[in-house]
């Protein structure tokens, strides 16, 4: 066999295969690999452990959350990789409108697309040429695999049989028993008009290798996206105008004009279908799969099963990962008519969650709300409240969580984002969602009810378009909760679920109240983090307190973990005293039980992170906030009073420092710092 440089001949890419210079492998193995390859990392989630795929995490708009999701789908993808059952299911992602189903696979499909635009990773198929010597062809010369076959394929049906394709490979290319053993747990049968074509050629050649060479030419499958080759989308379209030519193609009248021979297969177009143009190591993405009308629904069920596409007896083999999607609602109603239970056999259901991490969500409000700068309706530029997201993203998370006869929605919005909820443990809240999670209906589980992404969206519009908004040039966080609630009413059906949110709004709004409390603590103090170096100074008192060096003058030395420095601090029994009693703790047990649990948390959370500052504990900074404005300013109550009566001097003087810090060391605008003062005066939602 003579060797050839030109990357367009199939010796050629048969040697590249061999060196390892390109690549043949399937739709699994490749979506496997590309995710193992990015990196993975272990965490520990709603105190269980799991993976965190960097692949999903990592560019601009990445995934937030979704760990059990993502773990599902790589094990669905690497099972099936490894030639497990999965080969033969589809994965199709159910939950509610709105938490993120269609993202996760745009997101996949984009880096897909990535990972296959770099050399070494490149999808090819082939094309035969020349097909005018042949004849029967009228016009048309040239012919590529309908379903983008990999040339691999070819070879491994290179010559009339199986067998006599494994020796031509072997004696060829000199690939060893176990490189073409290797090579045929990949086989598949060419499609129907490659076969036909290929037998052609071989007639035409008299079976002479070198001789059918010239008729094909290696080419790149193309990668662009509009074309929908490699990805593709195939959205639930209405009853009428969907058919199962949409998916599989269908006998093209342009293509019988020049071919006389009704035998032909090649008479069959099926790229007019979604399904030939992911067919080679792509991905078929059908949205709101269970929308479908059954005669489509019962095409997937031979393609998930069979992975063929079948027209009039011809048979396409393809290569494809499958992933659907569906609402709860959709799902549910396709799963009472009892005839159509094959389908969802033959899928690999997950169920998504909305996302319960408060934090995480930060990053979800921010696509909500957007990168770009916000202008008002007069095209002023509007600014945002630094409280704005914050406030956002606790309020949409509390209302998707569900209420517990053992735990209150504060402790399991903290719990779920890994904080510490008082006494209460991460196994009480495992507990409660394993228990959850045993519910037949799936709307009852962890996660599953709540305002979604695309509420949020909506809320932020709502907040944009409001006079308030446009009036004072900013985006105040007090409005979001209007906004939300204005959502509430307008968007959800159930008497029941909208009453619970209302409530979750407001445990929300009182949140936000204390969180106003501390700004006005670190604006008073003219200090951006006044109120958490008091915290870590009470923690770091009660550690102190029993040190057996401490001597008359109560100084206590430490190191101090974040720096690594020595520090000396003197501790003040009294001010211990205070912060205990605003916490409810009026016994020496009570005392002494709180103070082992924080000096258990200290021990616990630093050796992990450095940096933790206590200020996830909302009961304990609530009540430092409360004791170091009752002392510096003898009450909150005159603080709000000199803050609200601004008719003497010093009052209005405090009032324009305070405005000052707001503007320029803690992000806010005059009206948001304004609005702010206005709101801790006003004492509403005050628990």
């Known amino acids: 066999m003579a060797t050839t440089t030109d990357p367009k001949s199939f010796n050629h890419h048969v040697e590249a295969v061999k060196k390892g210079t390109r690549v043949f492998e399937d739709a699994f193995q490749g979506v496997s690999r590309m995710i193992l390859e990015a990196g993975i990392r272990k965490v520990t989630v709603k105190g269980k452990t799991t993976y965190q795929f960097d692949l999903f995490s990592g560019g601009k708009r990445h995934l937030v959350g979704m760990y059990d999701e993502i773990n599902s789908f790589v094990s669905f993808v690497k099972d099936a990789s490894e030639g497990g059952s999965s080969r033969e299911m589809a994965f199709v992602l159910v939950g509610e409108p709105g938490n993120g189903k269609t993202f996760f696979v745009d997101y996949l499909c984009a880096r897909y697309r990535e990972f296959l635009s770099s050399p070494k990773n490149m999808k090819y198929t082939f094309r035969f040429k020349n097909l005018d010597k042949i004849g029967g062809y009228g016009k048309i010369n040239v012919i ?123 008479r069959f177009d099926l790229r007019r279908g979604a399904l030939a143009r992911v067919a080679g190591g792509g991905i078929h993405f059908s949205d709101e799969i269970y929308k479908n009308k059954k005669d489509l629904v019962q095409v997937y069920l031979g393609v998930i099963q069979n992975r063929v596409i079948e027209l009039d007896g011809f048979k396409w083999p393809i290569d494809t990962l499958i992933i659907a999607t569906s609402n709860n609602s959709e799902f549910n109603t396709f799963l009472m008519e009892r005839e159509e239970a094959p389908i969802v056999d033959r899928c690999r259901i997950c169920y998504v969650a909305h996302n319960t991490d408060y934090k995480l969500q930060k990053t979800l409000t921010e696509y909500a709300i957007g990168t770009d700068v916000k202008r008002s309706l007069d095209q002023e530029v509007l600014h945002q409240d630094p409280n704005l997201n914050h406030a956002a993203s606790v309020a949409v998370v509390l209302t998707r969580l569900p209420r517990s006869d053992k735990l209150t929605p504060i402790e399991i ?275």
């Open 413 to 687: 919005m903290k719990l779920a984002a890994g904080e510490v909820a008082g006494e209460k443990s991460l196994k009480t809240l495992a507990e409660l969602i394993d228990q959850l999670n045993q519910d037949t209906d799936i709307t009852k589980r962890f996660g599953q009810k709540g305002l979604g992404q695309r509420n949020l969206g909506r809320a932020v519009q709502l907040l944009l378009e409001s006079s308030e908004t446009n009036e004072g040039k900013c985006m105040f966080a007090l409005d979001i909760f209007n906004a939300l609630e204005r959502v509430v009413l307008d968007y959800v059906q159930e008497p029941a679920d909208r009453a619970k949110f209302k409530e979750d709004l407001k445990i929300a709004k009182g949140l936000y109240r204390e969180r106003i409390m501390t700004e006005m603590f670190n604006a008073y103090m003219d200090e951006p983090l006044a109120i958490k170096k008091d915290v870590l100074n009470y923690v770091n008192m009660i550690i102190g307190v029993d040190a057996e060096h401490l001597g008359p003058d109560m100084m206590w030395k430490y190191k101090d973990p974040q720096t690594g420095e020595l520090r000396a601090l003197k501790i003040d029994e009294r001010y211990i005293k205070n912060v205990e009693e605003r916490l409810g703790l009026k016994t020496e047990e009570q005392r002494a039980s709180f103070r082992n649990s924080i000096r258990k948390i200290y021990g616990q959370k630093l050796s992990v992170d450095a940096n933790y500052d206590f200020m996830d504990n909302l009961e304990l900074v609530k009540a430092i906030t409360d004791v170091r404005l009752k002392s510096d300013i003898a009450g909150a109550g005159s603080l709000i009073g000199a803050l609200a009566n601004r008719t003497n001097e010093e009052n209005q003087k405090l009032y324009d420092r305070m405005i000052y810090t707001m503007d320029h060391k803690l992000g806010y605008c005059p009206t948001c710092a304004q609005k702010t003062i206005e709101y801790f005066c006003s004492q509403e939602d005050d628990k």
């Open 144 to 266: 590529e695999s309908q379903t983008y076959e990999d040339p691999m394929i070819l070879a491994m049906s290179f010559r009339g049989n199986k067998d006599a394709s494994m020796s031509y490979l072997s004696k060829s290319f000199k690939l060893k028993d176990k490189e073409i053993e290797s090579l045929y747990e990949k086989y598949r049968p060419l499609g129907a008009c490659s076969a036909y074509i290929w037998n052609q050629i071989r007639e035409y050649c008299d079976d002479d290798p070198d001789k059918m060479m010239e008729f094909i030419e290696i080419v790149p499958v193309p990668l662009i996206e509009s074309l929908g080759t490699i990805t593709g989308r195939y959205p639930a379209k209405d009853k009428i105008t969907s058919s199962a030519v949409d998916l599989m193609g269908e006998e093209s009248i342009q293509r019988l004009l020049h071919i006389p021979d009704s035998n032909n297969p090649y």
